[in-house]
């Protein structure tokens, strides 16, 4: 009998640590509020981290994990919780009333938003398919001035990130006018009236990717036609690289620039062709780790200096540090095709 209360009142104990510790978070920066001054690109990212607050509690629930709604405009078959994710994000762009398009992976055509000011392409649940595994996923977006980005490169970005669904909900941001990129974690709110931005508070400043033995390789399938993929997986291999990947790009590549080293790569080859979408996963993605201090790569250029010719492009892809994606450069190159 003392053995169950004495481990009843200790776990107790452990829990009211803990949620004292959240609700404090004193080891926090800034808000996201304070961190952006720039109006109305404010209203935009509010806006997202709304709709992300909601997803994160979707997803906490199990709303939405079982059955198949339909095929999107790629042809892939969505989960009920992929519609509902860009449902509640497109909702939250409307209210903003500071975006005039949006497009998205799961409806691909640039459309009217009701507002004025950007133009916003977003995964609304990249990594969809290992949800039923409880892995991290999250939400990728890109957001330009004006209302398209056709023609455009992801230089023009005046903005990108990703949000992750894991243990914590975390913001990894990048703003054109601001050096580096930054980390946001969601915290519990304190009251009702307690602003959307002031509940997202800094947890890292990413300056640089250094060399390191850490890789993340997707589309493995293509080792068996692309040479070149094939010898660069024994590079790492024989070189003693560290494995560390689960399928959500998302996670993958954010902890390039947690860990502070390595690469994430997904080659193509004629048997198992590029599958990432350049303008909703590769581009965003690729603005946060060049601003964390990082390289990005198709094989032979950035992925931010390749113009943007249509919604539904799709592209191999490189991230890390310089030496990495040199290598991959040279042992990849152009992406090949069936």
């Given at each position: 009998m003392?053995?169950?209360?004495?481990?009843?009142?200790?776990?107790l104990?452990?829990q009211?640590?803990?949620?004292?510790?959240?609700?404090?978070?004193?080891?926090?920066?800034?808000t996201?509020?304070s961190?952006l001054s720039?109006?109305p690109?404010?209203g935009?990212?509010?806006a997202l981290?709304?709709?992300?607050e909601?997803?994160?509690?979707?997803?906490?629930?199990?709303?939405g994990?079982?059955?198949?709604?339909?095929?999107?405009?790629?042809?892939?078959?969505?989960?009920?919780?992929?519609v509902l994710?860009?449902?509640?994000?497109?909702?939250?762009?409307?209210r903003?009333g500071?975006?005039?398009?949006?497009?998205?992976?799961?409806?691909?055509?640039?459309?009217?938003?009701?507002?004025?000011?950007?133009?916003?392409?977003?995964?609304?649940?990249?990594?969809?398919?290992?949800i039923?595994?409880?892995?991290?996923?999250?939400?990728?977006f890109?957001?330009?001035?004006?209302?398209?980005f056709?023609?455009?490169?992801g230089?023009?970005?005046?903005?990108?990130g990703?949000?992750?669904?894991?243990?914590?909900?975390?913001l990894?941001?990048?703003v054109?006018?601001k050096?580096?990129?930054?980390?946001?974690?969601?915290?519990?709110?304190?009251?009702?009236?307690?602003?959307?931005?002031?509940?997202?508070?800094?947890?890292?400043t990413?300056?640089t990717?250094q060399?390191g033995?850490?890789?993340?390789?997707?589309?493995?399938?293509?080792?068996?036609?692309?040479?070149?993929?094939?010898?660069?997986?024994?590079?790492w291999m024989?070189?003693?690289?560290?494995l560390?990947?689960?399928?959500g790009?998302?996670?993958?590549?954010?902890?390039?620039?947690?860990?502070?080293?390595?690469?994430?790569?997904?080659?193509?080859?004629?048997?198992?062709?590029?599958k990432?979408?350049?303008?909703?996963e590769?581009?965003?993605?690729?603005?946060?780790?060049?601003k964390?201090?990082?390289?990005?790569?198709?094989?032979?250029?950035?992925?931010l200096?390749i113009?943007?010719?249509?919604t539904?492009?799709?592209?191999q892809?490189?991230?890390?540090?310089?030496e990495?994606?040199e290598?991959?450069?040279?042992?990849?190159?152009?992406?090949?095709?069936?």
């Amino acid at each position: 009998m003392y053995y169950k209360d004495h481990k009843s009142s200790t776990i107790l104990h452990a829990q009211e640590e803990a949620n004292q510790d959240r609700l404090t978070m004193d080891h926090l920066g800034e808000t996201l509020g304070s961190f952006l001054s720039q109006e109305p690109l404010k209203g935009c990212i509010e806006a997202l981290a709304e709709a992300a607050e909601e997803i994160s509690l979707l997803l906490r629930k199990g709303a939405g994990l079982g059955g198949l709604a339909s095929v999107n405009t790629f042809g892939d078959q969505q989960l009920q919780v992929d519609v509902l994710a860009d449902q509640i994000i497109e909702k939250a762009l409307q209210r903003s009333g500071v975006v005039e398009t949006i497009c998205s992976e799961e409806n691909s055509e640039e459309r009217p938003c009701g507002g004025a000011g950007f133009a916003v392409a977003y995964d609304p649940l990249d990594g969809s398919s290992i949800i039923d595994t409880n892995f991290a996923v999250g939400t990728i977006f890109g957001i330009v001035k004006g209302k398209s980005f056709i023609g455009r490169k992801g230089r023009e970005l005046v903005a990108a990130g990703c949000f992750v669904y894991g243990p914590r909900t975390e913001l990894t941001l990048a703003v054109a006018e601001k050096d580096f990129s930054h980390q946001f974690v969601l915290v519990p709110r304190d009251s009702d009236d307690t602003s959307v931005l002031d509940r997202w508070k800094k947890n890292n400043t990413f300056k640089t990717i250094q060399s390191g033995k850490l890789f993340a390789p997707g589309n493995l399938r293509a080792t068996v036609d692309n040479r070149g993929y094939q010898q660069l997986v024994n590079y790492w291999m024989n070189n003693k690289y560290q494995l560390r990947y689960t399928g959500g790009m998302v996670p993958d590549v954010i902890q390039l620039l947690i860990k502070g080293k390595g690469v994430f790569c997904n080659p193509a080859s004629p048997s198992a062709p590029a599958k990432l979408r350049l303008l909703f996963e590769c581009v965003p993605l690729a603005f946060l780790i060049e601003k964390g201090g990082g390289q990005s790569s198709n094989g032979t250029i950035s992925l931010l200096d390749i113009s943007i010719s249509g919604t539904e492009e799709r592209c191999q892809v490189c991230y890390g540090a310089k030496e990495e994606v040199e290598r991959f450069n040279s042992m990849i190159g152009e992406m090949m095709s069936s």
